[in-house]
């Protein structure tokens, strides 16, 4: 399975900040999803990201809040902007499907002050 | 349609005893059957799968059921350990044929087992 590598894996900000949420995977992927998770809760997704095309927003997210970029079959980004302290989350990166699975990253711990 | 339903949300099991999560799922389509272990700080990892087309899935203490029927199915972890002691969900997905359809997640149970 592909292995993932995220980063930042922990950051504190201040509200009306953006914070950009980088995700690299060692092996070329298809389809790249972005899930938040709030705190003691399930994963939520937020968007697929496909390379070359615009991402796919689930409902409640949009593209204004929650950018997302894939310039190639290796990496994405997801940018978090003009975050409140509502924003506070666990938000992970995942690959996978088409038969092989669902691979996650670490996480990335945002705090909003 | 789209939900997964998970429970119990919480759940207390002795050293060596069985653990069971159910997770029941309404649209047909889903055709791709996971279950994630999570421990605190860290990403979900993978921890079985099961796709339609069988009943049961087991690899090492942890087996799945499925009941294509009744749109249920259930993980249980035998012997369960003190380092078996972590949030696990349940997800399903639409994935056959290479076709790929976001993951969706059931609600999660914390399993604690006591030694």
């Known amino acids: 399975s592909a292995v993932i590598s995220q980063k930042p894996s922990r950051d504190i900000c201040q509200r009306g900040t953006s914070l950009t949420i980088q995700c690299q995977v060692d092996s070329q992927v298809t389809m790249m999803f972005w899930y938040r998770q709030q705190p003691g809760q399930s994963l939520t997704l937020i968007a697929t990201a496909n390379q070359g095309s615009e991402a796919t927003y689930e409902s409640g997210f949009v593209i204004d809040k929650f950018p997302i970029s894939r310039p190639n079959l290796t990496f994405s980004t997801l940018t978090v902007s003009n975050m409140s302290p509502e924003d506070s989350s666990i938000y992970l990166c995942?690959?996978?499907?088409?038969?092989?699975?669902?691979?996650f990253g670490s996480g990335t711990r945002l705090t909003v002050v | 349609q789209q939900q997964v339903k998970q429970s119990p949300q919480s759940l207390i099991v002795q050293k060596g005893g069985i653990s069971i999560i159910n997770c029941a799922y309404e649209?047909?389509?889903?055709?791709?059957f996971p279950w994630y272990q999570q421990f605190p700080g860290k990403g979900p990892a993978l921890l079985i799968a099961i796709r339609p087309d069988v009943s049961e899935k087991k690899e090492g203490r942890f087996t799945i059921s499925f009941n294509k029927s009744a749109k249920q199915f259930s993980l249980h972890i035998m012997d369960s350990q003190p380092g078996d002691s972590a949030t696990y969900f349940c997800a399903a997905s639409s994935d056959y044929g290479g076709a790929t359809n976001k993951l969706i997640f059931g609600t999660g149970t914390l399993l604690a087992v006591q030694p």
């Open positions: 649209n047909t389509a889903f055709d791709y």
């Open positions: 995942s690959v996978g499907g088409q038969g092989h699975g669902y691979t």
